[in-house]
């Protein structure tokens, strides 16, 4: 069975940093890409961030371009999203996601077939 689970998130003061782990079991990560996305309260989820199933290819959305930044070792099953100049809002569930890779075009996509629980960032004063 295909597990995702993330860890890494909490409350943190605006400009500070995050490491946001995904942590896959069940299976290797070898193949599929993987995307970080976002939930804030009473917003809809957004992508955040993808990487190839290489790690060749990235792709971040507008909002945190330059400030985050995804990789990832296949040989330790993991999955990171460094956070950095944290905003408040940037205050969100956040969760991985994995699906085969069809390109970087077309990651993330809602429709990745299995998503982690999720983890708590907060960004706060």
């Known amino acids: 069975q295909l597990q995702l689970v993330e860890s890494g998130g909490g409350l943190v003061q605006p400009g500070g940093s995050l490491r946001l782990s995904c942590a896959a079991s069940?299976?290797?990560?070898?193949?599929?890409?993987i995307g970080w996305f976002r939930q804030a309260p009473g917003k809809e989820r957004e992508g955040v961030s993808c990487?190839?199933?290489?790690?060749?290819?990235?792709k971040y959305a507008d909002s945190v371009k330059g400030r985050f930044t995804i990789s990832r070792d296949n040989a330790k099953n993991m999955v990171y999203l460094q956070m950095n100049s944290l905003k408040p809002e940037d205050t969100a569930v956040y969760y991985c996601a994995a699906d085969k890779d069809w390109g970087i075009s077309s990651c993330p996509r809602e429709d990745f077939s299995s998503w982690g629980q999720g983890t708590q960032v907060t960004v706060s004063s």
């Open positions: 069940g299976f290797t990560l070898d193949y599929y890409a």
């Open positions: 990487i190839s199933s290489s790690g060749d290819s990235t």
